[in-house]
């Protein structure tokens, strides 16, 4: 059975445009037991591991499925670039229209994440976090499909089960966010949100929030009336 090792091994290879029996070769290993870890019959051992990574210039965590960043880089709050900062790059020259979407969505999303931390509940910004991840992972496979490029294969999810799988864990997410908030012992404390509250808290991000909102509103109101 297919493990994501055994998927990302074969991908890894047609992705370079390679026969079974080259990279065997250059791998060290019979093109028979190069097949076997590509289709999850066999388990290899980690020099082949090590091997495989050197060969194809990837991380472990990424060859064992772990991480879709190739290069295994660890990922914390002091090293991980802020989109904010991005006024001379390429986020800086963006249309008028999606400057104004980026800012709103990061703004608004901001704000909650500083609501959650301020909490100090860890489970509340985990299930924040995953809510978030599961909507930004259905929209770039979307755009990734669109494209043409690259190997649908390299995610875990097949092409027609992802949008449901994600809207069903977007559901997971809030249902455990709401268990966490809702939770009797213990539960998180948030401010009072008033308008007030939350001009003087947030003076430059509540407009994006309260917009945002009222937009989403109207147009959930829109579906049930």
Do not use: W
């Amino acid at each position: 059975m297919a493990t994501d090792f055994s998927r990302s091994l074969a991908l890894l290879r047609k992705e370079r445009g390679l026969s079974q029996r080259a990279a065997s070769s250059d791998l060290g290993v019979s093109q028979a037991l190069l097949s076997h870890y590509e289709t999850g019959a066999r388990e290899p051992g980690l020099p082949f591991i090590v091997r495989a990574c050197d060969y194809y210039g990837v991380s472990a965590d990424f060859l064992l499925g772990r991480t879709m960043v190739r290069d295994g880089a660890p990922i914390d709050a002091d090293s991980m670039h802020d989109a904010q900062a991005d006024n001379q790059n390429r986020l800086g020259r963006l249309p008028a229209s999606a400057i104004l979407g980026r800012k709103m969505v990061v703004n608004a999303i901001s704000v909650l994440f500083d609501l959650a931390g301020r909490s100090g509940s860890t489970p509340l910004t985990t299930e924040l976090t995953n809510y978030f991840g599961s909507g930004v992972y259905k929209i770039f496979r979307h755009f990734y499909a669109k494209s043409g490029v690259g190997e649908q294969d390299f995610f875990s999810a097949p092409n027609c089960a992802y949008g449901p799988a994600a809207d069903a864990d977007m559901s997971r997410c809030e249902a455990r966010l709401l268990t966490v908030l809702h939770q009797k012992n213990d539960p998180p404390e948030l401010p009072a949100l008033s308008n007030d509250g939350l001009t003087a808290e947030y003076p430059q991000l509540v407009r994006s929030l309260l917009t945002l909102t009222h937009q989403a509103g109207d147009r959930a109101a829109k579906k049930i009336i």
